[in-house]
């Protein structure tokens, strides 16, 4: 089937994955792949996907903290379509902000699945984008407003073009033991790990498109970060102003960009709009 297209959301069983699935099965020429970690979840969202608006998605299961159900993905796609055409990178949590969890444990459990696991699948899956290929990593508007509370060194840190990966996740890295001493604000973090971790993927992202555009030259691969905007979901809460299918948008917009376009690339996007890093 490496005729076929084919399209993986992470975190798609609900909130803004869920929308993002429901709009490339509508917009995208090729089979779409809703992923989540809990398979019964995962099979009941692509059931009513099909019986209540008679779409067409399909499932498997992805735990983005778990090594081996990443590799497993892979090894599926790559054998049953020869690659990938494009990744949502959608999966991702938040503490609330009247949460108990002492800061140091929201550090550590928040930037695991938020950036160390996004980190993972990408390793895992990247070098299987296809040309013209579409990758899309979902941050939040948090990020560039966490930035600016950095301290100065740490903001020309995550702004340099020529930050590694590998310089990245020392210092996400670092955040947690800092937060975990409870010496983050004082070694210049920001006192939100959702925000760090947000920071996190926008620079992963500008990382991973520089280095696509190095390794896979004419290849016309696209990697942006994104905000959808403040939505209602179990993350944002009832009070956001934005349905689950508006804050899609945004995601859907990088993800189908034509082939013939080769910017925004490596941007923060939000409101389909670069927003200034």
Request: charged share 25%; glycine share 8%.
């Amino acid at each position: 089937m490496s005729g076929v297209k084919v399209a993986v959301v992470t975190g798609g069983n609900k909130g803004i994955g869920l929308a993002v699935v429901r709009a490339l099965c509508k917009q995208f020429q090729g089979d779409v792949y809703l992923t989540a970690r809990n398979s019964q979840l995962g099979e009941e969202a692509v059931r009513a996907l099909k019986e209540k608006e008679g779409l067409s998605p399909l499932f498997h299961q992805l735990d983005i903290n778990d090594l081996n159900s990443i590799r497993a993905l892979r090894d599926f796609l790559k054998n049953k379509y020869g690659g990938l055409d494009v990744l949502i990178n959608n999966a991702g949590i938040a503490f609330k902000a009247a949460d108990p969890t002492p800061f140091g444990t929201q550090a550590e459990v928040t930037l695991k699945t938020n950036f160390f696991a996004t980190v993972d699948i990408c390793r895992e899956l990247l070098p299987l984008i296809k040309p013209n290929g579409r990758v899309v990593n979902v941050s939040s508007i948090i990020s560039p407003r966490a930035l600016a509370q950095c301290s100065r060194e740490l903001q020309e840190k995550f702004r340099s073009n020529t930050i590694t990966e590998e310089e990245l996740v020392k210092l996400m890295e670092q955040f947690v033991e800092d937060a975990k001493n409870g010496v983050h604000q004082a070694k210049g973090w920001p006192n939100t790990a959702y925000g760090v971790s947000k920071i996190g993927v926008t620079v992963l992202s500008r990382i991973q498109a520089r280095r696509l555009k190095e390794t896979r030259k004419g290849e016309g691969i696209i990697l942006n970060a994104c905000c959808p905007g403040w939505v209602r979901t179990d993350l944002a809460g009832p009070n956001a102003p934005k349905t689950p299918d508006e804050g899609a948008e945004t995601p859907i917009y990088l993800a189908l960009l034509p082939e013939s376009v080769d910017s925004p690339n490596g941007e923060f996007v939000s409101e389909k709009k670069v927003v200034p890093w």
